[in-house]
């Protein structure tokens, strides 16, 4: 049973930066996809962007693209999502998910996740 922990959320003025991180617990699969997805009271879970913990390949949501980052650290088991030049659109509750197993494209269809972190909230002021 894969168990995710997300952390670094919080509030920021537009412009500005922060990085959350999800750390994987359970991982027993050596291929795995990984995705950050978002969603508040306005907007259905949407992805992020998504990674490939052993290929690296990385995709991005048109909206964050050249904004954001997301990085993997295989030693610690542990994704990144780096957020820069931050918009008050921003805001929303986001999780990680992850899928084990290989896949040429990891998918931007939540739906296709099996374990979910619980979120962290992240609050862009204009």
């Known amino acids: 049973q894969v168990q995710l922990v997300e952390s670094g959320g919080g509030s920021v003025q537009a412009g500005g930066s922060l990085r959350l991180s999800c750390t994987a617990s359970?991982?027993?699969?050596?291929?795995?996809?990984m995705g950050w997805f978002r969603q508040s009271p306005s907007r259905e879970r949407e992805v992020v962007g998504t990674?490939?913990?052993?290929?690296?390949?990385?995709d991005y949501a048109d909206s964050v693209e050249g904004r954001f980052t997301i990085s993997v650290d295989n030693a610690k088991n542990t994704m990144y999502l780096q957020m820069d030049s931050l918009k008050s659109e921003d805001t929303a509750m986001y999780l990680c998910?992850?899928?084990?197993?290989?896949?040429?494209?990891?998918?931007?269809?939540?739906?296709?996740?099996?374990?979910w972190g619980q979120g962290t909230q992240v609050a862009v002021s204009s």
């Open positions: 998910a992850f899928e084990p197993g290989w896949q040429m494209r990891c998918p931007f269809n939540p739906a296709e996740y099996k374990y």
């Open positions: 359970g991982v027993t699969s050596a291929y795995n996809c």
């Open positions: 990674i490939h913990s052993s290929r690296g390949r990385t």
